[in-house]
């Protein structure tokens, strides 16, 4: 099973509210990503846990929040968010942090709209 | 600085064509390539990894190269079909570090 699952598929909030993106991988990698597209460009890394630890934060606003409550789950809390957070919410994992065989596997993502 | 790039920006072929898409990279001293696509709106699709130590990896009418000391990595797609239209990036990974960089892509359209 190479599936790495996200909810909910698409998210229309205001700028006051508070939500929660939801990603899972039962594949048994040990490296969680979230990354931010907006259209017509590539990904953008913002956070990475290893191993459950936070290794990577890419400057990214306090208003968006990662957990990773166990190595299958990675959450992305969103809070008073901006007009211009809106865009395509992935989610990826990868095998084992530090080797070669580092493969990452996506997520459909979540499609997020800021009102 | 580390930093990955695509060209052509986009590429439209006639169907049963081979074609060849390029990335480049500025170090060399690089951890693994991989491939994806992406269909508009959707997540990216893992195609193909190349470990540094390798030079090329294949998949049924994929084929990628890696060419560590000119910078460079090559997708061949054999026989191209209407349903190979997508965007196909490219990533790469420097030290081990779960850290990486993506080009901004090729986006294909195969006519039928």
């Known amino acids: 099973d190479t599936e790495v699952t996200q909810t909910p598929k698409h998210l229309v909030m205001g700028m006051t509210n508070k939500k929660s993106l939801k990603c899972e991988q039962h594949m048994g990698h040990r490296a969680m990503y979230w990354y931010k597209q907006k259209a017509k460009k590539p990904p953008e890394l913002m956070f990475v846990y290893s191993y459950e630890k936070l290794s990577i934060n890419e400057s990214v606003p306090s208003r968006f929040s990662p957990e990773c409550p166990n190595s299958s789950l990675l959450n992305l809390h969103l809070h008073a968010l901006q007009p211009e957070d809106s865009a395509l919410y992935l989610c990826?994992?990868?095998?084992?942090?530090?080797?070669?065989?580092?493969?990452?596997?996506f997520g459909p993502g979540t499609r997020l709209t800021v009102l | 600085k580390q930093e990955v790039t695509q060209i052509p920006a986009a590429l439209s072929v006639p169907e049963g064509e081979n074609l060849v898409l390029n990335c480049s990279f500025t170090?060399?001293?690089?951890?693994?390539l991989q491939w994806f696509r992406q269909d508009p709106g959707k997540g990216l699709t893992s195609l193909l990894l190349i470990q540094s130590s390798q030079r090329e990896q294949t998949s049924g009418r994929l084929n990628a190269s890696l060419d560590k000391s000119s910078g460079r990595s090559t997708l061949y797609i054999a026989a191209s079909q209407p349903g190979d239209s997508a965007t196909y990036l490219c990533?790469?990974?420097?030290?081990?570090?779960?850290?990486?960089?993506f080009g901004s892509g090729t986006k294909l359209n195969v006519k039928p």
């Open positions: 170090d060399s001293a690089i951890y693994n």
């Open positions: 990533a790469v990974e420097w030290g081990g570090f779960n850290k990486f960089y």
């Open positions: 990826a994992s990868s095998q084992e942090p530090g080797l070669e065989y580092n493969e990452q596997f």
